[in-house]
T-cell receptor, first 114, second 108 residues
Framework: ETGVTQTPRHLVMGMTNKKSLKCEQH?????MYWYKQSAKKPLELMFVYSLEERVENNSVPSRFSPECPNSSHLFLHLHTLQPEDSALYLCASSRGPGIGGELFFGEGSRLTVL | DAKTTQPNSMESNEEEPVHLPCNHS???????IHWYRQLPSQGPEYVIH???SNVNNRMASLAIAEDRKSSTLILHRATLRDAAVYYC?????????FGQGTRLTINP
């Protein structure tokens, strides 16, 4: 138990569906992250939020839309996804996005796009 | 972003020490060296990090070369639960960029 909770743990969706992934942390952290982990690939950083403001967007397609309503919650809204978007989506948090910050990861949401 | 190079896989025996190497020849003066590990079906977990000096914690030790171009994660007495993918990462201004990591297998 890392203190970072992701729901749902598993999600299957069609290419025309709209769904959302949720991440919650009550560690008092100010920075939250979305990473994508595809089979046989390194983790890819998607988005970074610091104090609820997006500070990093790593050229992620617009069919992925993040939302950070407060420092404890982070969402990833999904729409018109492609089968190649099937992956493990990991949320993480840290005290701040700066140097030396330890990341605390959730267990991930396994997404399958049919 | 500065990159790291790790062996794809390593194997060791239970209750023996394990030395996991990492090369980071393009490290900058302000980059921290982080190690994370990912057990099967779990998100990565923090192991240790350092800047210049060697570091110890309850999980492992981190030995950093004097020129900082390489480092070694040391598991003093491996157990079966240490089987995981180990990532050596340099942390720059705002983010951690993961590489392929080393898949560590522990033999009973």
């Amino acid at each position: 138990e890392t203190g970072v909770t992701q729901t749902p743990r598993h999600l299957v969706m069609g290419m025309t569906n709209k769904k959302s992934l949720k991440c919650e942390q009550h560690l008092g952290h100010n920075a939250m992250y979305w990473y994508k982990q595809s089979a046989k690939k390194p983790l890819e950083l998607m988005f970074v939020y610091s104090l609820e403001e997006r500070v990093e967007n790593n050229s992620v397609p617009s069919r992925f839309s993040p939302e950070c309503p407060n420092s404890s919650h982070l969402f990833l809204h999904l729409h018109t996804l492609q089968p190649e978007d099937s992956a493990l989506y990991l949320c993480a948090s840290s005290r701040g996005p700066g140097i030396g910050g330890e990341l605390f990861f959730g267990e991930g949401s396994r997404l399958t796009v049919l | 972003d500065a990159k790291t190079t790790q062996p794809n896989s390593m194997e060791s025996n239970e209750e023996e020490p394990v030395h996991l190497p990492c090369n980071h020849s393009t490290i900058s003066g302000t980059d921290y060296i982080h190690w994370y590990r990912q057990l099967p079906s779990q998100g990565p977990e923090y192991v240790i990090h350092g800047l210049t000096s060697n570091v110890n914690n309850r999980m492992a030790s981190l030995a950093i070369a004097e020129d900082r171009k390489s480092s070694t994660l040391i598991l003093h007495r491996a157990t079966l639960r240490d089987a995981a993918v180990y990532y050596c990462i340099l942390q720059g201004a705002q983010k951690l960029v993961f590489g392929q990591g080393t898949r560590l297998t522990i033999n009973p």
